[in-house]
């Protein structure tokens, strides 16, 4: 079956701190990946997305590239800030099909100022 | 900004109390799904629906009920709460283009005493 691995926090840094989140996955077949971050007390939203192989996902100065050869899309940041503190969740579909949308147990970030 | 709302945010009632959490969303979406959230923050998809009188099953068994009776509308129902069926139940719907994208509400925080 598909999975998403997620590298385990939680993780602190300090204002400013590069940021990688580690993400790898299992899946019979191309994936679209997709990172959503849980900002505290909210619901998920979509951070970024890539939905073939050598694309990369960027949005709030967060990138992330979809790497086929390793099946990794890892998460970075080049200075965090602490607003960034959040949950952070790696996921993948099949088909583009949010029903089979698979999530990682996603990894806590607290930016300390 | 969130199309998609949830009520109540937070809710404490007594074991054996039949409850109902809100889902509606102005998107015009026609897939809708519910997530529960335990503590270790994963997801677990518990319900889903593709549409008006259209309702699944997810990967994680719930002793919950769903109706969808209109498009915007997606309530989550127990009939009899207990502690066991205290966790975080998120709402989410995706759009048509079926992408994988899903757009969450900011949850309902559910405490069975």
């Known amino acids: 079956g598909n999975s998403v691995t997620q590298m385990e926090g939680p993780v602190t840094l300090s204002e400013e701190a590069f940021l990688t989140i580690n993400c790898t996955y299992t899946a019979t077949g191309y994936p679209s990946l997709f990172w959503y971050v849980q900002y505290p007390g909210e619901g998920l939203q979509l951070l970024l997305k890539a939905t073939k192989a050598d694309d990369k996902g960027s949005n709030k100065g967060f990138e992330a590239t979809y790497r086929k050869e390793t099946t990794s899309f890892h998460l970075e940041k080049g200075s965090v800030q602490v607003s960034d503190s959040a949950v952070y969740f790696c996921a993948l579909t099949l088909g583009g099909s949010a029903r089979q949308l698979t999530f990682g147990s996603g990894t806590q970030l607290t930016v300390l100022p | 900004e969130a199309d998609i709302y949830q009520t109540p945010r937070y809710l404490v009632i007594g074991t054996g109390k039949k409850i109902t959490l809100e889902c509606s969303q102005t998107?015009?979406?026609?897939?809708m799904y519910w997530y529960q959230q335990d503590p270790g923050m994963e997801l677990h998809l518990i319900h889903y629906s593709y549409g008006v009188n259209s309702t699944e099953k997810g990967d994680l068994s719930s002793e919950s009920t769903v109706s969808r009776i209109r498009t915007e509308h997606f309530p989550l129902t127990l009939e009899s709460a207990r502690p066991s069926h205290t966790s975080q139940y998120l709402c989410a719907s995706g759009g048509t283009a079926n992408t994988g994208e899903l757009f969450f509400g900011e949850g309902s925080r559910l405490t069975v005493l």
């Open positions: 998107m015009g979406h026609d897939k």
